[in-house]
């Protein structure tokens, strides 16, 4: 318990050092107050805005657009990664339009986005998902290959059919690279949302910060950017529940 | 007596990277005959695997022939290898019962033949563990339990006792034999170990350096008890008989 409490304690020592030193730089010094605001003005920033309706909203828009396309990101790139391990034609053909589509900055396709999906819930999905869908991809390919190299001596062997091949060991043996992948991708998924709402939006945290960032309100910017950290932090950890389901006794 | 699998003259090449060809089987023809244990020994790298792979179906003969009445490959095929993984996310009963699964078998018989096939190999209490809660022996153990549950006539074994220690060494090689006798089945390991091949054959062939070619037999006699210290005295000849096959080739 003390050696717990230990480590917490030395996990959380950066942070309050850096919060002290950050205090004690801008105090008394309006100049330097504005510009980098303070531990404290945040607080005050938090505590103010906790007690309207709209931060709520804000974060509950965020959440979702990041979430459901987290979620439609991650399936369609995992059915897809399946698909072409599953087929050597398809691979081939599609392994130069994977690559190219890839490649595109998420930001490149804001503007495209928002002509085609509108300005709303949408739009920000699709950003979400698409920035996730080639990580999910991969991963998935990349997994069913890997478990295909361990696992399929055996089922070759008492001539196993190959659609209960998949359905047994591949999609099962796969799921940890999915969510290794899941994991990866709630960063780039958030980014996506953020993205859209950046460009044009009337709700969500994107929306927020740019709003306060046009008042110089850098208080309300840095509180921003903290809470789109707290939705990582919470999207993150929807990975570990999988996890946990999924015991192996290791 | 008809042998339950009959290989004649099996040759297979490689081509090498450099565009030549690597003879490694040449010629090679056995017999293998219900209810006896036979072991190909021979030095690392002689193509034992290969030939195994050949004769479990996995892979063609350049030349040569094998008779069986045995779909190869099939679920009459138990092949054993050391590269051959439990999958973790699967419990232990779970694993065993695979087999019966991927063959068609339904789940509530899979899980009966699996209950009965860890009984088998003395795993009986350990269904619910998960492969990363057993030992190497046991891990070992329940990839033979996996193999038995389909009930084979033909077991191929890749070194099934690497990794083992005395003791386990011993309980595998009664599984095996009780298994063998039991069953009416044939098994044939491929080992470079001398110490695996006395405790397990009735018959050991001895394997030249690649291009491999069979070279010579020694029957053993048949061990009532557990014949650890029977087959001792066996070993020096059988010793004797490997370094004069590996000095004729070299």
């Not at chain 1, 739009?123 to 698409?130: E, N, P, Q, T």
């Not at chain 2, 006699?221 to 096959?245: Q, S």
Request: glycine residues 10%.
């Amino acid at each position: 318990m003390t050696k717990k409490f230990k480590n917490i304690f030395l996990a959380v020592l950066p942070a309050l050092f850096f919060l002290g030193a950050w205090q004690w730089f801008v105090h008394g010094n309006q100049r330097l107050e504005f510009l980098f605001a303070s531990p404290s003005l945040v607080a005050q920033a938090a505590w103010a805005e906790f007690g309207h309706a709209t931060i709520w909203n804000d974060i509950f828009v965020t959440l979702g657009e990041a979430a459901l396309g987290l979620l439609s990101g991650t399936i369609l790139g995992t059915v897809a990664g399946l698909l072409l391990w599953g087929n050597g034609k398809i691979d081939k053909i599609t392994r130069p339009y994977i690559v190219f589509f890839g490649s595109i900055p998420i930001f490149a396709l804001a503007p495209m986005t928002i002509i085609w999906f509108g300005i709303g819930l949408a739009s920000k999905v699709v950003m979400a998902g698409f920035a996730v869908f080639f990580i999910s991809l991969l991963q998935a390919y990349e997994g069913a290959h890997a478990v295909a190299r361990q696992y399929f001596g055996f089922a070759r062997s008492i001539a196993a059919p190959n659609a209960r091949v998949v359905w047994k060991i591949v999609v099962p043996g796969a799921i940890d690279w999915v969510i290794a992948g899941y994991k990866m991708n709630v960063g780039a998924a958030l980014v996506g949302a953020f993205i859209g709402e950046f460009v044009s939006s009337e709700a969500g945290l994107g929306y927020y910060i740019l709003k306060a960032s046009a008042l110089y309100d850098v208080p309300r910017v840095l509180f921003g950017i903290l809470l789109i950290s707290l939705l990582g932090i919470a999207m993150t950890s929807a990975a570990w529940l999988l996890q946990a389901w999924r015991k192996t006794g290791s | 007596m008809t042998p339950l699998l009959s290989a004649h003259r099996i040759e297979k090449s490689f081509i090498k990277p450099d565009g030549g060809k690597l003879a490694v089987l040449d010629g090679i023809g056995l017999d293998l005959f219900a209810g006896e244990i036979v072991c190909l020994l021979g030095a690392s790298g002689c193509g034992k695997t290969t030939l195994l792979r050949i004769l479990s179906g996995l892979d063609t003969p350049d030349a040569g022939s094998i008779d069986s009445a045995i779909a190869r490959p099939g679920p009459q095929i138990g092949a054993f290898s050391q590269n051959d993984l439990l999958l973790p996310w699967r419990t232990t009963a779970a694993n065993v019962a695979l087999g019966m699964e991927l063959t068609g078998h339904g789940t509530k018989q899979a899980r009966q033949a699996a209950m009965d096939a860890l009984q088998q190999v003395g795993l009986g209490g350990f269904e619910t563990h998960y492969p990363a809660q057993l030992s190497g022996g046991m891990q070992q153990r329940v990839l033979l339990a996996r193999i038995m549950a389909l009930r084979p006539k033909l077991l191929f074994l890749d070194e099934p006792m690497s990794n083992l220690d005395v003791l386990a060494r011993r309980d595998l090689a009664t599984l095996v034999k009780n298994y063998v006798r039991e069953e009416e089945a044939a098994a044939l390991v491929v080992t470079h170990s001398v110490e695996e091949a006395c405790f397990l054959a009735d018959r050991i062939l001895f394997v030249t350096r690649p291009p491999a070619r069979l070279s010579g037999e020694i029957r053993l006699a048949d061990d009532k008890a557990d014949g650890i210290l029977a087959r001792g005295e066996a070993m020096d000849a059988v010793m004797r008989e490997l370094w004069r096959t590996l000095g004729a080739a070299a």
